[in-house]
Every structure is written in structure tokens, then in C-alpha cells.
């Protein structure tokens, strides 16, 4: 009776077929009947095939009616356990997608640590009676994704420790003394009292004692300390994004009239045009060449002279290079104290058109249209040989001049 008891198997009934199979096997060998599972009896042997009976009957009782109807065909003891394996324990592709894809998808359930590594494990063991390695890395990454955020600071530490120290006994280690922990915390938290005037908690000594590792410091774990916090917009520690005073500032109003560009004008030609790629806004000294005219008002900063020049308007500036190309200038500022004048790169992208820099020539190139602007100065500046005309033209539409 006790030798019963300690070899009882529940009846398969289609599930965990590789759990049940191997119990199956061992039983059968503790009883001298495990070559039945593979072959068939040798007839002209009687003690074999009395064997092969009590083999065939005890296979009989380890299977649940459900699973019994599909068997019927099958005689003996290795034919019934042969199609099981086929039936059950299927190898393909397919059934190891499904297997892989259940693993990836578990999800967090009210159960204990031992009943989830339970789950994992019993997973992994499917996959590998399909003949599929699976490494303890794989294992450890299926035990941990469906973990809730309460063990956030187990798996930070886990995933912080060198490659040689862990393993799945490790982990498996951490984790469970990990729920021993937080069991103890909702335990300290339910039996803390609480203030009847305000609904603060009067934490317990064992909370009080609780240590960052982080920081080192008492009273809070990893997960809630703010010296490792870092904020996604200015990148410093100690607060959030949503917390963020650079976040919150409100910018300064932008005037319309003229924009606040930093530009270095050089000692070159006053009457020569320079191509800046810093300057947001084309500008000139010249009055006589600018067409309509509009007063405007702003100021503009200018490095050379660490000071602050008035804008007096707006025009437009029409012109020609030696090459031939017509260029016009729109919104151009006419500050009558700039020491030069400046070709914005920026105003000649926005429209439509690039300008590459190579061999020490400015070249702009557009859809239809490629010329060179101008030629690397003496003194490192790229000067152009724009030279502007006057006409009191009304202009609609500005731009490069086709």
C-alpha cells in the first residue's frame, strides 16, 4: 500500500504531457517494465509478454477516460505511450512559437513568486522537450517582464550586477526573499495606526529603518529616492520633467518688427555684401539701394561693437552677380550704423534653396538652378560680388530671381 502511495501518478488528461511522461517513466522503471514503452514484447518469450500485460494495464490506469477514447486502436503499452508523444508532445516550429509567445506574454497575476517560477518552469521545460535549448539568461528574462512594479527595485539590482554573478539560482534567490520583504511591509503598514485629525501614517520602526540602496539613506527604498531621478528637459537630478523650473519659465515675447541676431561684422568693404550662416536675417547700411521701404522698429545685437543697433526698416534689394544671376533680397533690415552688410544662409534655405560650402566658394544650388553666391575672402570672410541696383518697382512675390 505505501509502495502505491509513493509512486501514485494523477491520470493524464492532456495536459503537461513532458511533467507526466517523466513521472511515467520513472514508475515504469521502478518496476522493471520501462523498456515496454519503447518495444513491443517478444511473443515467443511468455515471460515477456506477461509482462508486457501488467505493463499494458498499468498504462491503462494512468490515463483519464477523455484521453482513453482516442486510444483505443492501440493494444500494448508502447504503442499507446508512442501515440501520446506523437499527439502531445509535438516538436515543430509552430508549437514552439506558441510556447515562446506564452512565455513573452504572461501576465501579472495575483500569485505567489513560487506559483509564477512555477509557470515559467513549466513552460520551459515544453520547450525543452521540443529539443530546444533555452539558456538561464532566457529563463531569467521570462521570470522577470511580468513581475509588478512593486519588485521594480529587485530588478534594477539584479540588472546593475556583473554578467559572472548571476544566474537563475541567484535570481531566483533575490526574488523570493524580495516577496518576504514586501509581504512583511503590507503586514507593518496594515497594523500601523493612524491619525484620526489627519490621514497620515504613523510609519512602524521597521519602516523607519528601511535604507536606500541608492542614496543610503533611511526611511524610503530606490524606487521613491530623488537623488537618481533625472529630468528628461534640462538633465539635472532631484526632480521630474513635470517639476522642471526651466520647463515652466515663460519665455519672452517675440517682437515681430526686427529679430535679436549676434553676428561679427569684419573690417572689409563697407559696400560689399558678406554671407553669414549665423545671421537669422539679411541686413544692409545702404539706404539708396533698399526698394519699399517700410519703417520698422527693433534692435539687433552686434558682437563687434558689444552693442545694441536700432533697425530703422524694412526693404528689398535687388541685384546682380558678375555671372550674370539676378538676385533678389527680401526683408532686409536697414540698420544705417552696421559697419557692412550681411546675406542671411538661413533666409536663403527657408525659401527653398541650400548652400554648400567647397573650395572656398559659397554654392547655391536649387531644383532648376545652380551658381556660386561667393568667394572665400582674404581675410576669411565670403564676400559677394552682389552688386545692387535701384528701382521703384513694386514687388509682389520675393525671392531668388529665376
Request: aromatic share 8%; hydrophobic share 40%.
Amino acid at each position: 500500500m505505501d509502495a502505491e502511495l509513493k509512486y501514485r501518478v494523477d491520470q493524464f488528461d492532456g495536459a503537461n504531457f513532458a511533467v507526466w511522461a517523466r513521472r511515467i517513466e520513472s514508475i515504469f522503471v521502478t518496476k522493471n517494465l520501462d523498456k515496454f514503452l519503447i518495444k513491443e514484447a517478444d511473443e515467443t518469450k511468455e515471460s515477456e509478454v506477461s509482462a508486457s500485460k501488467k505493463a499494458y494495464a498499468l498504462m491503462l490506469s494512468l490515463l483519464s477516460d477523455k484521453v482513453l477514447v482516442s486510444l483505443l486502436d492501440e493494444n500494448t503499452c508502447a504503442s499507446i505511450f508512442q501515440k501520446l508523444k506523437s499527439t502531445y508532445l509535438k516538436d515543430g516550429a509552430v508549437n514552439q512559437i506558441l510556447i515562446r509567445k506564452h512565455l513573452a506574454m504572461l501576465k501579472n497575476k495575483e500569485v505567489s513568486m513560487r506559483e509564477h517560477l512555477n509557470e515559467v518552469n513549466g513552460l520551459v521545460n515544453q520547450l525543452k522537450s521540443c529539443s530546444v535549448k533555452i539558456s538561464d539568461v532566457d529563463i531569467i528574462v521570462y521570470i522577470l517582464m511580468p513581475l509588478p512594479s512593486e519588485y521594480d527595485s529587485t530588478k534594477s539590482a539584479i540588472e546593475n550586477q556583473p554578467s559572472e554573478y548571476i544566474s537563475l539560482q541567484f535570481v531566483v534567490g533575490r526574488l523570493l526573499d524580495a516577496e518576504a520583504l514586501l509581504k512583511d511591509r503590507r503586514v507593518s503598514e496594515t497594523k500601523a495606526p493612524t491619525s484620526e485629525s489627519s490621514n497620515d501614517i504613523a510609519f512602524s520602526t521597521i519602516q523607519r529603518t528601511v535604507v536606500c540602496f541608492r542614496c543610503n539613506k533611511r526611511g524610503h527604498i530606490a524606487r521613491f529616492c530623488d537623488k537618481t531621478v533625472a529630468c528628461h528637459h534640462c538633465g539635472k537630478f532631484g526632480h521630474k520633467k513635470r517639476n522642471c523650473r526651466n520647463l515652466t519659465r515663460k519665455k519672452p515675447p517675440f517682437k515681430e518688427e526686427a529679430a535679436a541676431v549676434s553676428f561679427v561684422v569684419g573690417e572689409g568693404e563697407v559696400k560689399k555684401f558678406i554671407v553669414d550662416s549665423g545671421a537669422l536675417s539679411h541686413m544692409c547700411s545702404q539706404r539708396e539701394w533698399s526698394e519699399e521701404l517700410k519703417p520698422s522698429s527693433g534692435t539687433v545685437s552686434c558682437a563687434a561693437k558689444s552693442s545694441l543697433l536700432e533697425v530703422a526698416g524694412t526693404g528689398v534689394i535687388r541685384g546682380r552677380l558678375k555671372n550674370g544671376q539676378e538676385i533678389v533680397l527680401t526683408n532686409v533690415l536697414f540698420i544705417p550704423k552696421l559697419n557692412g552688410n550681411l546675406i542671411s544662409v538661413k533666409q536663403i534655405q527657408k525659401i527653398g534653396y541650400s548652400v554648400h560650402f567647397k573650395d572656398n566658394k559659397a554654392i547655391v544650388k536649387g531644383k532648376n538652378k545652380t551658381f556660386v553666391l561667393c568667394e572665400l575672402y582674404s581675410k576669411g570672410q565670403y564676400v559677394s560680388d552682389l552688386i545692387p541696383t535701384v528701382s521703384n518697382t513694386f514687388v509682389l512675390n520675393f525671392g531668388l530671381a529665376d
